[in-house]
């Protein structure tokens, strides 16, 4: 069974406490790891305010969740979230075919060094454009 790269985001209530947000990320983990899948990582943010209502509500808690699984078994992930009164708002995206759970530890790796200064991070002369044409 081969396992694919999957990115869920979801949105969930302002009224949520801390344990039932938590709550709602273990049982998604729970399933990923029935079906012999892999959390690669979640990532909880704090209460945000909203670009517009989504279910009459003007804040909410985003979730990212990346991970591995068999593409079969998405389905009962997004029943969980179509089920749950919690989640406002949910949508999931195949990131890969395969699945490789140090990619995005080698990613973060491989990425450029952050600037030194204020000034060289703004400075016009190396901008992205300039640096792919040299």
Known sequence: MELRHYETFYLLHPDLTDE??????????????????????????????????VKKQTQGYYVVMEYGMPSES??????????NEGVMKFITIKLNDKFDPEAPAKARNES???????????????SVEKREKE
């Open 20 to 53: 039932e947000r938590a709550s709602i990320s273990e049982q998604l983990q729970e399933i990923i790891s029935k079906k012999n899948g892999k959390t690669v990582k979640i990532d909880p943010w704090p209460l945000q305010k909203l670009a517009y209502m």
């Open 74 to 83: 998405v389905s009962e992930i997004t029943r969980k979230l179509q089920l």
């Open 112 to 126: 450029a060094p952050p600037a030194e200064t204020v000034e060289e991070a703004l400075d016009p002369d190396q």
